[in-house]
Protein backbone atom coordinates (compact mmCIF):
# COMPACT_ATOMS: atom_id res chain seq x y z
CA UNK A 1 0.00 0.00 0.00
CA UNK A 2 3.09 2.53 1.07
CA UNK A 3 4.66 1.97 -2.41
CA UNK A 4 1.14 2.48 -4.23
CA UNK A 5 0.94 5.93 -2.48
CA UNK A 6 4.29 6.58 -3.34
CA UNK A 7 4.04 6.05 -6.96
CA UNK A 8 1.12 8.31 -6.74
CA UNK A 9 3.12 10.98 -5.16
CA UNK A 10 5.81 9.99 -8.10
CA UNK A 11 3.55 10.23 -10.54
CA UNK A 12 2.34 13.50 -9.54
CA UNK A 13 5.47 15.24 -9.30
CA UNK A 14 6.41 14.30 -13.26
CA UNK A 15 3.25 15.82 -13.57
CA UNK A 16 4.08 18.78 -12.18
CA UNK A 17 7.53 18.96 -13.95
CA UNK A 18 6.01 18.67 -16.94
CA UNK A 19 3.53 20.98 -16.68
CA UNK A 20 6.08 23.52 -15.52
CA UNK A 21 8.77 23.06 -18.92
CA UNK A 22 8.44 25.71 -21.85
CA UNK A 23 7.70 24.42 -24.78
CA UNK A 24 10.56 24.71 -27.33
CA UNK A 25 10.72 26.15 -30.59
CA UNK A 26 10.41 23.51 -33.46
CA UNK A 27 13.61 23.61 -36.03
CA UNK A 28 13.21 22.50 -39.71
CA UNK A 29 15.32 22.40 -42.51
CA UNK A 30 12.92 24.44 -44.96
CA UNK A 31 15.22 26.71 -46.93
CA UNK A 32 14.91 30.73 -45.91
CA UNK A 33 11.91 32.49 -47.76
CA UNK A 34 12.73 36.01 -49.45
CA UNK A 35 11.13 38.90 -48.29
CA UNK A 36 8.40 38.61 -51.16
CA UNK A 37 7.80 35.04 -50.66
CA UNK A 38 6.50 36.18 -46.83
CA UNK A 39 4.11 38.53 -48.14
CA UNK A 40 2.79 36.62 -50.62
CA UNK A 41 2.20 33.39 -48.76
CA UNK A 42 0.64 35.72 -45.73
CA UNK A 43 -1.85 37.29 -48.04
CA UNK A 44 -4.70 35.50 -47.12
CA UNK A 45 -8.79 36.11 -47.25
CA UNK A 46 -10.28 37.48 -44.40
CA UNK A 47 -12.93 34.65 -44.08
CA UNK A 48 -9.90 32.09 -43.79
CA UNK A 49 -8.24 33.62 -40.78
CA UNK A 50 -8.72 31.16 -37.69
CA UNK A 51 -9.90 32.64 -34.28
CA UNK A 52 -8.26 31.87 -31.33
CA UNK A 53 -9.14 29.14 -29.63
CA UNK A 54 -11.37 29.93 -26.41
CA UNK A 55 -9.75 30.03 -22.98
CA UNK A 56 -10.40 26.86 -21.00
CA UNK A 57 -11.71 27.11 -17.52
CA UNK A 58 -8.89 26.78 -15.16
CA UNK A 59 -8.46 25.53 -11.45
CA UNK A 60 -5.67 25.74 -9.62
CA UNK A 61 -5.54 22.83 -6.52
CA UNK A 62 -3.84 23.48 -3.51
CA UNK A 63 -2.94 20.54 -1.32
CA UNK A 64 -0.07 19.45 1.46
CA UNK A 65 1.25 16.62 -0.22
CA UNK A 66 4.58 17.08 1.73
CA UNK A 67 6.94 15.79 -1.19
CA UNK A 68 9.89 16.82 0.16
CA UNK A 69 9.15 14.96 3.23
CA UNK A 70 7.52 11.65 1.51
CA UNK A 71 10.82 11.23 -0.14
CA UNK A 72 13.53 11.63 2.76
CA UNK A 73 15.53 8.38 3.27
CA UNK A 74 17.03 8.30 6.74
CA UNK A 75 20.74 6.59 6.97
CA UNK A 76 20.04 3.11 7.35
CA UNK A 77 17.54 3.95 3.87
CA UNK A 78 14.25 3.57 4.94
CA UNK A 79 12.06 5.51 2.82
CA UNK A 80 9.97 7.59 5.82
CA UNK A 81 6.62 7.09 6.54
CA UNK A 82 3.48 8.18 4.54
CA UNK A 83 2.35 11.44 6.21
CA UNK A 84 -1.35 10.97 7.22
CA UNK A 85 -2.26 14.54 5.97
CA UNK A 86 -0.41 13.51 2.93
CA UNK A 87 -2.94 10.59 2.17
CA UNK A 88 -5.75 12.88 3.08
CA UNK A 89 -4.27 15.02 0.55
CA UNK A 90 -3.50 12.46 -2.59
CA UNK A 91 -7.58 11.38 -1.44
CA UNK A 92 -8.69 14.82 -2.63
CA UNK A 93 -6.42 14.77 -5.38
CA UNK A 94 -7.60 11.57 -6.73
CA UNK A 95 -11.12 12.38 -6.26
CA UNK A 96 -10.28 15.94 -8.32
CA UNK A 97 -8.83 13.91 -10.97
CA UNK A 98 -11.86 10.92 -11.31
CA UNK A 99 -14.24 14.21 -11.85
CA UNK A 100 -12.02 15.47 -14.57
CA UNK A 101 -12.12 12.15 -16.09
CA UNK A 102 -16.09 11.94 -15.46
CA UNK A 103 -16.15 15.24 -17.30
CA UNK A 104 -13.98 14.39 -20.17
CA UNK A 105 -16.35 12.40 -21.39
CA UNK A 106 -18.87 14.44 -21.56
CA UNK A 107 -17.06 16.92 -23.49
CA UNK A 108 -15.99 19.33 -21.28
CA UNK A 109 -12.15 19.83 -20.47
CA UNK A 110 -10.61 21.86 -17.50
CA UNK A 111 -7.12 23.15 -17.43
CA UNK A 112 -5.62 22.81 -13.69
CA UNK A 113 -2.30 23.14 -11.71
CA UNK A 114 -1.51 21.53 -8.42
CA UNK A 115 0.85 22.63 -6.13
CA UNK A 116 2.58 21.79 -2.77
CA UNK A 117 1.61 23.43 -0.03
CA UNK A 118 4.86 22.22 2.56
CA UNK A 119 6.70 24.97 2.38
CA UNK A 120 7.91 28.00 4.47
CA UNK A 121 5.29 30.83 5.19
CA UNK A 122 6.76 33.44 2.81
CA UNK A 123 6.89 30.81 0.09
CA UNK A 124 2.95 29.97 0.62
CA UNK A 125 1.81 33.70 0.65
CA UNK A 126 4.06 34.31 -2.10
CA UNK A 127 2.44 31.18 -3.72
CA UNK A 128 -1.35 32.37 -2.98
CA UNK A 129 -0.36 36.28 -4.35
CA UNK A 130 1.11 34.42 -7.37
CA UNK A 131 -0.52 35.33 -11.15
CA UNK A 132 -0.83 32.12 -12.08
CA UNK A 133 -3.00 31.62 -8.97
CA UNK A 134 -4.37 34.65 -8.99
CA UNK A 135 -5.63 34.15 -12.71
CA UNK A 136 -7.28 30.62 -12.09
CA UNK A 137 -11.09 30.51 -12.48
CA UNK A 138 -11.14 28.79 -8.83
CA UNK A 139 -8.64 28.42 -6.72
CA UNK A 140 -9.62 25.23 -4.20
CA UNK A 141 -7.18 24.91 -1.06
CA UNK A 142 -6.48 22.14 2.13
CA UNK A 143 -4.41 24.34 4.13
CA UNK A 144 -3.99 24.44 7.86
CA UNK A 145 -6.06 26.80 9.84
CA UNK A 146 -4.41 29.08 10.77
CA UNK A 147 -3.53 29.88 7.03
CA UNK A 148 -7.11 30.07 6.36
CA UNK A 149 -7.74 33.76 7.54
CA UNK A 150 -4.68 34.42 5.18
CA UNK A 151 -5.83 32.72 2.12
CA UNK A 152 -9.20 34.21 2.56
CA UNK A 153 -8.11 37.88 2.80
CA UNK A 154 -5.61 37.19 -0.14
CA UNK A 155 -8.39 35.90 -2.34
CA UNK A 156 -10.40 38.89 -1.18
CA UNK A 157 -7.67 41.09 -2.68
CA UNK A 158 -6.40 39.33 -5.77
CA UNK A 159 -10.52 38.75 -6.42
CA UNK A 160 -10.74 35.28 -6.90
CA UNK A 161 -12.74 32.65 -5.80
CA UNK A 162 -11.76 30.28 -3.10
CA UNK A 163 -12.61 27.16 -1.84
CA UNK A 164 -11.70 26.22 1.59
CA UNK A 165 -11.69 22.32 2.02
CA UNK A 166 -11.01 22.24 5.39
CA UNK A 167 -11.20 24.66 8.64
CA UNK A 168 -12.31 24.84 12.26
CA UNK A 169 -13.70 28.50 12.34
CA UNK A 170 -15.63 30.43 9.93
CA UNK A 171 -13.71 34.10 11.32
CA UNK A 172 -11.68 33.26 8.60
CA UNK A 173 -15.27 34.62 6.33
CA UNK A 174 -15.22 37.89 8.04
CA UNK A 175 -14.87 40.62 4.91
CA UNK A 176 -13.43 38.15 2.70
CA UNK A 177 -16.25 37.39 0.27
CA UNK A 178 -14.67 35.72 -2.28
CA UNK A 179 -13.67 32.45 0.06
CA UNK A 180 -15.82 29.43 0.78
CA UNK A 181 -15.53 27.10 3.30
CA UNK A 182 -16.76 23.95 1.53
CA UNK A 183 -17.47 22.05 5.73
CA UNK A 184 -19.53 23.63 8.29
CA UNK A 185 -17.58 24.35 11.14
CA UNK A 186 -18.40 22.62 14.68
CA UNK A 187 -20.27 25.42 15.92
CA UNK A 188 -22.18 25.73 12.89
CA UNK A 189 -22.94 21.70 12.77
CA UNK A 190 -23.90 22.03 16.35
CA UNK A 191 -26.34 25.05 15.24
CA UNK A 192 -27.86 23.19 12.52
CA UNK A 193 -28.74 19.74 14.88
CA UNK A 194 -30.73 22.33 17.29
CA UNK A 195 -32.49 23.59 14.51
CA UNK A 196 -33.58 20.26 13.09
CA UNK A 197 -34.17 18.79 16.81
CA UNK A 198 -36.79 21.97 16.86
CA UNK A 199 -38.58 21.33 13.99
CA UNK A 200 -39.02 17.90 14.15
CA UNK A 201 -40.15 17.84 17.80
CA UNK A 202 -41.67 21.09 19.02
CA UNK A 203 -43.08 21.91 22.26
CA UNK A 204 -40.56 19.07 23.97
CA UNK A 205 -38.75 19.52 27.02
CA UNK A 206 -35.20 19.80 26.11
CA UNK A 207 -32.15 18.79 28.62
CA UNK A 208 -29.01 19.47 27.64
CA UNK A 209 -26.80 17.48 30.00
CA UNK A 210 -22.97 18.24 30.22
CA UNK A 211 -19.96 18.32 32.69
CA UNK A 212 -18.42 21.66 33.96
CA UNK A 213 -15.01 19.97 34.25
CA UNK A 214 -14.61 19.12 30.86
CA UNK A 215 -14.47 22.58 28.79
CA UNK A 216 -15.34 21.51 25.26
CA UNK A 217 -18.58 19.22 26.62
CA UNK A 218 -19.43 23.45 28.37
CA UNK A 219 -18.51 25.17 24.59
CA UNK A 220 -20.46 22.66 22.81
CA UNK A 221 -23.80 22.42 25.37
CA UNK A 222 -23.64 26.59 25.64
CA UNK A 223 -23.92 26.82 21.92
CA UNK A 224 -26.79 24.21 21.80
CA UNK A 225 -28.42 26.16 24.49
CA UNK A 226 -28.41 29.42 22.81
CA UNK A 227 -29.18 27.86 19.42
CA UNK A 228 -32.22 26.22 21.03
CA UNK A 229 -33.04 29.30 22.49
CA UNK A 230 -33.85 31.21 20.05
CA UNK A 231 -36.15 29.11 18.98
CA UNK A 232 -39.78 29.67 20.44
CA UNK A 233 -40.88 26.21 19.67
CA UNK A 234 -38.95 24.87 22.67
CA UNK A 235 -41.10 25.78 25.98
CA UNK A 236 -38.80 24.09 27.90
CA UNK A 237 -34.85 24.09 28.08
CA UNK A 238 -32.65 23.29 30.38
CA UNK A 239 -29.05 22.62 31.13
CA UNK A 240 -27.54 20.79 33.74
CA UNK A 241 -24.09 19.67 35.49
CA UNK A 242 -23.36 16.17 35.64
CA UNK A 243 -19.81 16.49 36.64
CA UNK A 244 -20.94 14.56 40.26
CA UNK A 245 -22.67 12.08 38.67
CA UNK A 246 -26.13 12.54 40.54
CA UNK A 247 -28.95 10.70 37.95
CA UNK A 248 -31.45 11.73 40.39
CA UNK A 249 -30.82 15.54 39.18
CA UNK A 250 -31.72 14.76 35.65
CA UNK A 251 -34.87 12.52 36.59
CA UNK A 252 -36.28 15.02 38.03
CA UNK A 253 -36.35 17.23 35.22
CA UNK A 254 -37.48 14.66 32.76
CA UNK A 255 -41.72 15.31 32.11
CA UNK A 256 -43.70 12.63 31.47
CA UNK A 257 -46.13 14.45 29.87
CA UNK A 258 -44.08 15.18 26.84
CA UNK A 259 -41.29 15.03 24.62
CA UNK A 260 -38.34 14.90 26.04
CA UNK A 261 -34.68 15.53 23.93
CA UNK A 262 -31.86 14.93 25.62
CA UNK A 263 -28.20 16.44 24.39
CA UNK A 264 -25.59 14.85 25.52
CA UNK A 265 -22.44 16.76 23.99
CA UNK A 266 -19.40 14.43 24.81
CA UNK A 267 -17.23 12.25 22.92
CA UNK A 268 -16.37 10.16 26.10
CA UNK A 269 -17.67 7.03 25.40
CA UNK A 270 -17.47 5.30 29.03
CA UNK A 271 -19.32 8.49 29.93
CA UNK A 272 -21.98 8.49 27.52
CA UNK A 273 -22.31 4.35 28.11
CA UNK A 274 -22.98 5.44 31.87
CA UNK A 275 -25.82 8.24 31.30
CA UNK A 276 -27.59 5.94 28.48
CA UNK A 277 -27.53 2.97 30.69
CA UNK A 278 -29.74 4.34 33.29
CA UNK A 279 -31.99 6.41 31.01
CA UNK A 280 -32.39 3.23 29.10
CA UNK A 281 -34.66 2.10 32.26
CA UNK A 282 -36.68 4.84 32.37
CA UNK A 283 -39.48 2.81 30.42
CA UNK A 284 -42.49 5.88 31.40
CA UNK A 285 -40.24 8.61 29.70
CA UNK A 286 -40.45 9.08 26.12
CA UNK A 287 -37.05 9.93 24.66
CA UNK A 288 -34.72 11.09 22.08
CA UNK A 289 -31.03 11.13 22.74
CA UNK A 290 -29.06 13.63 20.23
CA UNK A 291 -24.93 13.05 20.42
CA UNK A 292 -22.00 14.12 18.49
CA UNK A 293 -20.77 12.60 14.72
CA UNK A 294 -18.13 10.60 17.08
CA UNK A 295 -20.86 8.16 18.62
CA UNK A 296 -20.77 6.43 14.89
CA UNK A 297 -17.38 5.14 15.58
CA UNK A 298 -18.64 4.04 19.72
CA UNK A 299 -17.95 0.02 20.00
CA UNK A 300 -18.76 -0.13 23.53
CA UNK A 301 -23.05 0.53 22.89
CA UNK A 302 -25.02 -1.89 21.78
CA UNK A 303 -26.52 -0.48 18.83
CA UNK A 304 -30.21 -1.56 19.46
CA UNK A 305 -30.23 0.13 22.78
CA UNK A 306 -29.40 3.53 21.00
CA UNK A 307 -32.39 2.89 18.57
CA UNK A 308 -34.53 2.25 21.18
CA UNK A 309 -33.48 5.52 22.71
CA UNK A 310 -34.48 6.95 19.66
CA UNK A 311 -30.55 8.18 19.45
CA UNK A 312 -29.91 11.10 16.63
CA UNK A 313 -26.54 12.50 15.63
CA UNK A 314 -25.60 14.66 13.05
CA UNK A 315 -22.38 14.40 10.41
CA UNK A 316 -20.64 17.03 8.04
CA UNK A 317 -18.59 14.48 6.38
CA UNK A 318 -21.29 11.44 6.02
CA UNK A 319 -20.82 9.18 3.27
CA UNK A 320 -24.27 7.04 2.25
CA UNK A 321 -22.34 3.83 1.43
CA UNK A 322 -25.96 1.68 0.30
CA UNK A 323 -26.45 4.15 -2.59
CA UNK A 324 -25.60 3.57 -6.13
CA UNK A 325 -23.28 6.20 -6.98
CA UNK A 326 -21.31 5.97 -4.15
CA UNK A 327 -20.76 2.08 -4.77
CA UNK A 328 -19.64 2.86 -8.61
CA UNK A 329 -17.43 5.50 -7.52
CA UNK A 330 -15.81 3.57 -4.42
CA UNK A 331 -15.62 0.57 -7.48
CA UNK A 332 -13.79 2.71 -10.16
CA UNK A 333 -11.40 4.41 -7.07
CA UNK A 334 -10.56 0.68 -5.88
CA UNK A 335 -9.86 -0.59 -9.55
CA UNK A 336 -7.78 2.83 -10.39
CA UNK A 337 -5.61 3.49 -6.89
CA UNK A 338 -6.19 0.01 -5.28
CA UNK A 339 -7.25 1.65 -1.84
CA UNK A 340 -10.35 2.49 -0.29
CA UNK A 341 -11.65 6.10 -0.91
CA UNK A 342 -11.46 8.37 1.90
CA UNK A 343 -14.12 11.39 3.00
CA UNK A 344 -11.48 13.76 0.70
CA UNK A 345 -11.53 11.84 -2.24
CA UNK A 346 -15.86 11.71 -2.04
CA UNK A 347 -15.50 15.62 -1.33
CA UNK A 348 -12.15 16.75 -4.21
CA UNK A 349 -14.87 14.61 -6.42
CA UNK A 350 -17.95 17.04 -5.50
CA UNK A 351 -16.69 19.79 -5.36
CA UNK A 352 -15.14 20.03 -9.58
CA UNK A 353 -18.82 18.99 -10.98
CA UNK A 354 -20.52 21.49 -8.52
CA UNK A 355 -18.01 24.03 -9.73
CA UNK A 356 -18.47 22.94 -13.47
CA UNK A 357 -22.42 22.78 -13.21
CA UNK A 358 -22.23 26.38 -11.58
CA UNK A 359 -19.56 27.94 -14.01
CA UNK A 360 -20.74 30.80 -16.71
CA UNK A 361 -18.05 30.10 -19.37
CA UNK A 362 -14.70 30.88 -17.77
CA UNK A 363 -16.08 33.01 -14.84
CA UNK A 364 -17.13 31.56 -11.48
CA UNK A 365 -19.38 32.98 -8.60
CA UNK A 366 -19.43 31.20 -5.22
CA UNK A 367 -23.13 32.91 -4.76
CA UNK A 368 -24.31 31.69 -8.12
CA UNK A 369 -25.37 28.20 -7.30
CA UNK A 370 -28.56 28.10 -10.27
CA UNK A 371 -27.61 24.19 -10.96
CA UNK A 372 -27.85 21.67 -8.22
CA UNK A 373 -26.22 18.37 -8.81
CA UNK A 374 -26.47 15.12 -7.16
CA UNK A 375 -23.13 14.48 -4.82
CA UNK A 376 -22.01 11.62 -3.07
CA UNK A 377 -21.12 13.76 0.42
CA UNK A 378 -23.93 15.81 2.29
CA UNK A 379 -24.56 18.52 -0.58
CA UNK A 380 -23.04 21.53 -1.26
CA UNK A 381 -25.36 24.52 0.25
CA UNK A 382 -22.67 27.89 0.37
CA UNK A 383 -24.70 30.33 2.43
CA UNK A 384 -23.67 33.53 3.37
CA UNK A 385 -22.34 34.54 7.00
CA UNK A 386 -22.73 38.18 6.76
CA UNK A 387 -23.31 41.24 4.36
CA UNK A 388 -19.62 41.27 4.04
CA UNK A 389 -18.75 37.96 4.48
CA UNK A 390 -18.12 34.67 1.97
CA UNK A 391 -19.70 31.28 2.32
CA UNK A 392 -20.04 28.70 4.64
CA UNK A 393 -21.78 25.05 3.37
CA UNK A 394 -24.59 24.50 5.67
CA UNK A 395 -25.13 20.83 4.45
CA UNK A 396 -25.56 18.04 7.31
CA UNK A 397 -26.45 14.71 7.44
CA UNK A 398 -28.99 14.24 10.31
CA UNK A 399 -28.82 10.17 11.50
CA UNK A 400 -30.91 7.85 13.26
CA UNK A 401 -30.28 4.45 14.51
CA UNK A 402 -32.81 1.66 12.73
CA UNK A 403 -31.98 -1.99 12.86
CA UNK A 404 -28.43 -1.33 14.00
CA UNK A 405 -27.48 1.18 11.81
CA UNK A 406 -27.21 4.45 10.91
CA UNK A 407 -29.40 5.94 8.48
CA UNK A 408 -30.22 9.62 6.99
CA UNK A 409 -33.34 10.99 8.32
CA UNK A 410 -32.36 14.21 7.10
CA UNK A 411 -30.31 15.32 4.00
Not at 119 to 141: C, G, I, Q, Y
Not at 232 to 244: D, F, M, R
Request: proline share 4%; net charge positive; charged share 20%.
Amino acid sequence: MGMIRINTVFFLVLLVIASCKTQQPVVTNAPVKTKADTIKQTTVKADSISKPNEKIFSISLLLPLSLNQQFEVDSLGTESAILSSSINALNCYEGFLSAIDTLKTKGSFIKYNVYDTDRDSLALWKLLNSEAVSKSDVVMAMLPNSWNSVAAKISSIRNYPLLLLQGNSSACLINNEQAFLTLPVNNSQCKYMASYLADAYPASATLIISRDNNKKETDLADIFYTALDSVSKHAELGKINYAKGDFNEIKTKLVKTKQNILIIPSSDESYVSSVLNKLADLKEYRMVIAGLPTWEFFESIDPQKLEKLNTTIFNASYIQYKSDAVKKFRKRFIETYHADPLFAAFQGYDLIQWVHANRKKNSFNIERNHSPISTLTNGINPVKICATCGFENESISILKYKAGQLEKVKP
